[in-house]
């Protein structure tokens, strides 16, 4: 399983757009990156995942670059309420039964 | 209805007791796992069962023991208890994509 890196911590203006980068050189053809989110205690909250393309749903976008071996999740108008540890990971493709890794995240700071 | 459920959410107990944790998805998913967040919040993958088999057992104790009756339910029971099984207990479940967690059982191990 690739390895990612992340910043430890960031902070983002409320309504401001959050960039969380993400970097995972050793991403493999076949792997897929998902962002996952923990908010204070809770079980980590999927955000959305990617291959190649850039990906939006109704939470982030993904931006994933040409070369693979990096992403940003976006949140475009951070709350109070994204406050939490994002993680980026990456895994085989939905059909694998193999692992998801967790790393450190990036504990992201949303101030009013 | 909650779709990854476990019981108990707390539990306080005495080192050298075995103990129990329930753990039911009501998603119809094949493959479930038990992941353990220890106090400096790394959250570590310990087992995984894909329709009732393990397929993923990392480098955990053998005093745990993952048991899964049917696929709806993956249990984690753990004898012995030390001090250092002090942690917040994951259990998730997986499909096209996307992992599904409980809200975690609260171990302390006095």
């Known amino acids: 399983d690739a390895k990612t890196t992340q910043p430890p911590s960031m902070d983002c203006a409320e309504g401001r757009a959050a960039n969380l980068p993400c970097n995972h050189s050793t991403i493999s053809g076949n792997e897929y990156v998902y962002w996952y989110r923990q908010i204070h205690s809770q079980g980590p909250q999927y955000i959305i995942h990617?291959?190649?393309n850039n990906e939006t749903n109704e939470m982030a976008s993904l931006i994933i670059t040409e070369d693979r071996k990096s992403s940003t999740l976006i949140l475009p108008h951070a709350t109070l309420r994204d406050t939490a540890v994002y993680y980026c990971n990456v895994r085989g493709p939905a059909g694998n039964t193999g692992k998801l890794i967790f790393g450190q995240g990036t504990t992201l700071q949303v101030k009013p | 209805d909650t779709a990854v459920s476990q019981t108990p959410k707390y539990l306080v107990t005495q080192m050298g007791n075995d103990k129990s944790i329930k753990c039911e998805q009501n998603?119809?998913?094949?493959?479930m796992y038990w992941y353990k967040q220890d106090s400096k919040k790394f959250l570590k993958i310990m087992f995984s069962?894909?329709?009732?088999?393990?397929?993923i057992n990392e480098t955990v104790p053998n005093r745990f023991s993952p048991k899964s009756p049917d696929k709806a339910h993956l249990n984690l029971h753990i004898n012995s208890l030390e001090l250092g099984d002090s942690a917040v207990y994951f259990c998730?479940?997986?499909?096209?994509?996307?992992?599904?967690f409980g809200e975690g059982s609260r171990l302390t191990v006095l």
């Open positions: 069962y894909n329709n009732k088999e393990l397929i």
């Open positions: 998603l119809g998913h094949d493959t």
């Open positions: 998730a479940s997986w499909k096209a994509g996307e992992l599904f």
């Open positions: 990617g291959l190649k």
